[in-house]
């Protein structure tokens, strides 16, 4: 009886060993549970002593995947495949996970032997050949990892990784149409892939392709918002473009919230954006804007004409001058009383202050002011009230008027500036039609080819005289005198 009861104990214990054994096995294996749980559970079948050779290289493998995956546990894992090199020796995959260690390390030289024997193991696997290419690319041989991408690629052309990584090495090389090409590739197979993306825009950027890095840099900072190398890129770019091309901004205002709305001042816009892009300007473009966007446009315009060859100016809309000082009117201007001018408007000067640091030709265009009631109103309420502008911080505004329409600016500095119409006068809005004199007469000089802009200009205000019957003459101060066509 004793003997019977013995044999069942032992039998029952190694039912319970195999039944353990068994799902720690799974758990090892599996996929789900606590990183915790499944190294332990990995680690009691290294102890149990049960398995040999390749087995114990898989639970080896495993384990060390699993510690990779935690922080700062890269030592353990280093650790875990070593051991598994040797249970199996001809585990590729134990190689190759080592190797990637070293290479996390800098340690390129023991991470390239590494990578050689998981290729001498298994030269099918593409993987091995690109983590091999990374390797040589880091260690500073460009050849030797475009030919390991190239092999990874000819093993297997669907990973857009490989094509990326291909294209990095030829950026080393300096051969930016080659890498280029693989981008391109790369983009073809995943057109989400914000580096290839990125780092195509950096090689139309070396070879001054600017208006097409900069496509690139605005798609990738869209796709991920938080690549801040590619935000940085496309300013680089935009300051290239303006350099190589044209720039222009472009402003229409006529959806006034407070003073008298204007009719064709969007239309005139629309039509100058679509004028100047035909003749090759990068156009920064706004309509009905208030003061905050007006700033943000001006900015954006400062950044790209300091570096243009030809830079325009453009806006359609109110304008005032206050203290000899012009201003152009955002939409949410209110005009409550003299005093808030100078905080609500814009003055001209922040439109043409990054002209002035320039060397290109500069135009700067103001088909302003279409008739504003108001401004008459506070000039004659400042008349009939002397007080105003006295207390806190408004004594100067007392003997200051505001003119009715864009005065001149102080000085030309080289520019070409162009006014709609003279000082004090109002310009026509277009009666019956969408444009205004002005810019309809404007867009149809400036584009004759092989017309020199001053006789462009000339002619515009020659046309508006007789269409207005001289009740809107625009005025010119010219301090250009080499001879500029803006259409070839």
Known sequence: MRRILRIAVIVAAGFWTSASVADDRELCNGVGGPDVVRIEACTRLVQSGTFRGAELA???????????????????AFAD?????????????????RGNIFSGIQNYDRAIADFNEAIRIAP?????????GLAHRASGDPDKAIADFSESIRLNSKPADSFNWRGEAFVDKRDYRRAIADFNEAILRDPDYEHALNNRAKAHFEIKDYRRALEDYET???????????????????????QRERVALVI?????????????????????????????FHVIYGEELDKRAMADHIR???????????????????????????????????????????????????????????????LVILDACRDNERELELRREQLTTPAVGSGSGGGAVASEAASRGVGRLRSADGLIVVYSTQHLTTAEDGVDTTNSPFTRALAKHIVTPGLDIKDALFRTAREVIEETRGTQRPEIAISLFDPYVLAK
């Open 58 to 76: 898989k639970i080896y493998m495993r384990r060390g995947f699993l510690h990779e995956r935690r922080p700062r546990q890269e030592g353990a």
């Open 81 to 97: 495949y070593t051991e598994a090199i040797k249970a199996d020796p001809n585990n590729a995959n134990a190689f190759n996970a």
């Open 124 to 132: 099918r696997n593409y993987l091995i050949w690109r983590n091999r």
């Open 220 to 242: 990738a900072f869209r796709i991920a918002p938080n690549l801040t190398e590619a935000r940085d890129g496309a300013e680089r770019a935009k300051a290239g473009v303006a």
């Open 252 to 280: 229409g205002n006529g959806a006034y919230r407070h003073v008298p709305r204007l009719a064709n001042t969007v239309n005139d816009a629309r039509i100058m954006r679509d004028t100047l892009t035909k003749l090759g």
């Open 300 to 362: 954006q315009f400062g950044v790209l004409a300091e570096f243009a060859q030809v830079s325009v100016a453009y806006f359609a809309g109110h304008g005032s001058t206050f203290a000899d000082i012009p201003y152009v009117v955002p939409v949410d201007s209110k005009y409550e009383k003299l005093s808030s001018i100078p905080s609500e408007l814009i003055q001209v000067e922040s439109m043409v202050g990054a002209l002035r640091r320039t060397k290109g030709v500069r």
